[in-house]
């Protein structure tokens, strides 16, 4: 069995076995429902790949789902370049907006209490 990405539902972004040549695949929801991901083809020039796309999308809206994380990934990726939003003066980055000489938080640094407090570089 070959793993295969899912688009939508439960398992969105997620790359699961299914069977070769299965047309639907349905997984587990929950305790007693499931939910079903149907076979298509994704291709760019003579270059395809297999991926399973939620009952609930259509091929369109499958497609605006992965270019939107596409998107989200590059703006957020660590070392992600430098770029000014709204005329703003002074290089911004991602979605936080720090300068470009600060480094990001970590997750344990937005939990502490005191925020004058930095988290010991061997967290980070």
């Given at each position: 069995?070959?793993?295969?990405?899912?688009?939508?539902?439960?398992?969105?972004?997620?790359?699961?076995?299914?069977?070769?040549?299965?047309?639907?695949?349905?997984?587990?929801?929950?305790?007693?429902?499931?939910?079903?991901?149907?076979?298509?083809?994704?291709?760019?020039?003579?270059?395809?790949?297999?991926?399973?796309?939620?009952?609930?999308?259509t091929s369109q809206q499958a497609l605006?789902?992965?270019?939107?994380?596409?998107?989200?990934?590059?703006?957020?990726?660590?070392?992600?370049?430098?770029?000014?939003?709204?005329?703003?003066?002074?290089?911004?980055?991602?979605?936080?907006?720090?300068?470009?000489?600060?480094?990001?938080?970590?997750?344990?640094a937005t939990t502490n209490k005191k925020p004058w407090?930095?988290?010991?570089?061997?967290?980070?």
């Amino acid at each position: 069995m070959q793993h295969y990405l899912h688009i939508g539902g439960d398992k969105d972004s997620l790359s699961y076995p299914a069977q070769d040549g299965a047309e639907t695949v349905q997984w587990q929801l929950g305790v007693t429902d499931k939910e079903t991901y149907n076979r298509s083809t994704l291709s760019v020039g003579g270059v395809s790949i297999t991926i399973y796309i939620h009952e609930s999308l259509t091929s369109q809206q499958a497609l605006n789902k992965l270019a939107e994380h596409y998107k989200a990934w590059c703006d957020n990726r660590p070392g992600a370049p430098v770029v000014q939003r709204n005329g703003e003066s002074g290089p911004k980055r991602g979605i936080g907006h720090k300068a470009r000489h600060q480094q990001p938080l970590s997750p344990l640094a937005t939990t502490n209490k005191k925020p004058w407090r930095r988290t010991p570089a061997f967290l980070l």
